[in-house]
């Protein structure tokens, strides 16, 4: 049988970062099976899009998650990905931002 999933590693790793602001690249990669360089590129992408925010906190970094912004495929125009983020159980601390929500 083949190995797939209908999330993409995209969407994991966001919905991480969503409810684990905290969070290292090396735990992630533990955690969701896929390589630390992997969940490294994906951060780099979802930050160059400025889906997430990282700020530097001591020596760890603190990602923000920006639920406001559009999902990016052609079929999902106009849909935020906060929308998203709750379907998968990810509207944590981080998310605050593009929802509205204060801790």
Known sequence: MSKWTFVTNHAVVLTYLANHPSITARQVALEIGITERA?????????????IVKAKEGRR?????????PLRHSTQVGK????????????????????????
Do not use: D, F, Q, W
């Open 39 to 51: 969940v490294r590129t994906i951060i780099a992408e979802l930050e160059c899009e400025g889906y």
């Open 61 to 69: 970094v603190r990602y923000s998650v920006e639920a406001k912004l």
């Open 80 to 103: 935020p990905v906060g929308k998203l983020l709750k379907l998968l159980g990810g509207v944590g601390r981080a998310s605050r931002k593009g929802s509205g929500k204060k801790s």
